[in-house]
DNA sequence: TTGTAAGCGTTATCAG
DNA sequence: CTGATAACGCTTACAA
């Protein structure tokens, strides 16, 4: 017996109730599912019409098999920072809805030897359509050559140029940071603390570059006591907050690689019942939604992490039926500098 | 000739391989992958040994078109609250990681006519192993209804019983707001402002009616003049803050229904020149990152997000080869009072 | 431009 | 307890 022969109206319709209901074969079927070119405009219109009629959706685990590449996107990320990771999913939600897309978290862990084949056993086992890298492990130059052995298309997110346009999604942290501290300095700040990023970051790197180089355009020399790292999260910028309000000549402004971080330095700054920005002038980085709920609203550099994200969803999406447009995406995302209170010339 | 006699060696091994190299059938192999409980002990070991050698893995698209069932857990939501939303991620994903189970994420419109349908789409093409629903949605009875008629496990979160124990977990709002008032009350506040969650929430409910509890076992009366409702959004906790401290005379403490319109409360106290504690007392509800990292830090309620999603993929998993233990998990968690800064007696 | 046959890698059925 | 054979629903050769 053929399989088929199935008996119709029972269950989801298959691709072979279509092609019967449309007296063609699967094949043609297949064809009209997967915009294949050479179709004749006419069988094309009769499948299409009878698919609508029955409400037919292909299968995509019979798809996936049969392509050995799934209909899902991944998003492999260690980034430490929650607000950054929900931002970029809901970006490349955004883009997938209405696809036939689903979106795949995995999260990785960066610290252990066995990332990289994690990721690879990850990839070779779901067979994904393409994945999204974020920071820090996006500058991994390791998992995209593995993403490209595989066979697995990939974007990456990160604050610079790391890979070609295609596949990667890119702010521009070093210009935004000399912006920022410039306008730290233009206020009239002249003793001004970093708490960087922690090593190994790009972003990291870049934020702390952007920073001395706002300072040397104003012929400030860089104070070592002024400076301290952090992990990006909320205790380390306590803590540092902390060395840098030790400093004497305290600073009398303090940038900080990331809002979690400007936020723990501003609970710092509380506890010594200093008065932001009155005492103690505070920029952060990223715009994430504590920046405005804190008081003070913090001052911030927002990079447009949603609009990257969906660029990274289009990249991964194009030439394939759910591209949704020709065009191709930015590479490049300028962030601005977003003014809020924590930032008054010092007293 | 035989689809079965593939040249070994190149590529992923198969269950054809490994049946080959251990002398079996591939459906021998299936009954080891699978767990099966008539199986020669010998038999096992053999094929078991083949594997470990090989490190074959199934191939996860082919038992899915194979047993109309996908290796994936969905989270699907409407979810106000990112915090939230993230912290069930992490706690499903701290479950799924080293399981054949991946976290397929799928956020819906609650608003929209279609959602059910749409659910039932995304279900019926999906064809997940199993689902956690996030409140508000997870109170729609018509959705669970719909993922038992097609197959698909779920289990709810929410803050009541609403389902039965393989299908729910819980946290227990009303009582934990009743202790957190009672603390206010203690501290002796009389006059204190309530900021509602939104309409059709059971959380917002419970929450409202654990702090309608709370005044009535002090003999306390509910003042309509200090209720407002927000949306559980910042910005929300922001107006509603404004318009009880326009309450005459001013309330001198406000529970709000989660921390991010209690961090908008503070907000509003700022503005009007008040000092938290010393002149307005708050609460808030969830125990976010905000929670700690505004100032003062917020004294609220912690329920045990990731506990509880950890349950919930348990749950999903039970009577899997991931099952990690027999024993059932708690339905019912409860919720403790994090005492912080931004309470005192009033002056 | 369309159809036929043979997979993709697994599990279910049912007989031994 | 084990195995042959037929699905699962789709796509890729290769013909026609």
Redesign the pocket.
């Known amino acids: 017996?053929?399989?088929?022969s199935?008996s119709p109206g029972q269950?989801?319709p298959?691709?072979?109730?279509?092609?019967r209901l449309s007296?063609?074969?699967?094949?043609?079927?297949?064809?009209v599912?997967?915009r294949?070119?050479?179709?004749?405009a006419?069988?094309?219109k009769r499948v299409d019409d009878i698919i609508r009629e029955t409400g037919?959706?292909?299968?995509p685990?019979?798809?996936a098999?049969?392509?050995?590449r799934n209909f899902l996107i991944g998003l492999v990320h260690d980034n430490p920072n929650a607000q950054t990771v929900l931002g970029v999913q809901q970006g490349l939600l955004s883009v997938l809805k209405g696809t036939e897309y689903e979106l795949i978290v995995r999260p990785v862990d960066r610290g252990s030897l066995s990332m990289v084949d994690d990721v690879r056993a990850f990839l070779e086992r779901q067979r994904l359509h393409g994945i999204v890298l974020l920071p820090p492990i996006s500058e991994n130059d390791d998992l995209a050559r593995l993403c490209d052995s595989l066979g697995c298309r990939y974007v990456r997110m990160g604050s610079a140029l790391l890979d070609v346009d295609e596949r990667m999604v890119a702010s521009n942290d070093r210009e935004a940071v000399r912006t920022a501290v410039a306008h730290l300095i233009a206020a009239g700040h002249r003793r001004i603390g970093l708490i960087e990023g922690p090593e190994g970051f790009r972003s990291a790197r870049e934020r702390r570059d952007g920073f001395g180089e706002a300072l040397a355009a104003a012929g400030l020399a860089l104070d070592p006591a002024l400076v301290t790292r952090g992990n990006y999260r909320f205790e380390s910028g306590l803590a540092a907050g902390r060395q840098l309000l030790a400093a004497a000549p305290r600073p009398t402004a303090i940038f900080a690689s990331n809002d979690e971080m400007a936020a723990g330095a501003l609970h710092a700054a509380r506890a010594a019942g200093l008065d932001v920005p009155a005492d103690l002038s505070i920029i952060g980085f990223d715009d994430t939604a504590i920046a405005a709920h804190i008081w003070p609203p913090l001052t911030t550099v927002r990079w447009p992490i949603i609009e990257m994200a969906k660029a990274a969803a289009r990249k991964l999406l194009a030439g394939t039926v759910d591209a949704q447009t020709n065009a191709p995406d930015a590479t490049l995302f300028l962030s601005q500098l977003i003014e809020r209170a924590s930032v008054a010339p010092p007293r």
């Not at 017996?1 to 088929?4: F, G, I, L």
């Not at 007296?23 to 064809?31: D, E, I, L």
């Not at 037919?56 to 299968?59: D, E, L, R, T």
């Open positions: 017996m053929d399989s088929d199935d269950g989801k298959t691709i072979n109730d279509i092609a007296g063609v074969s699967k094949k043609t079927v297949s064809r599912i997967n294949s070119p050479l179709l004749n006419e069988t094309r037919y959706v292909p299968n685990q019979a798809r098999l049969a392509l050995r």
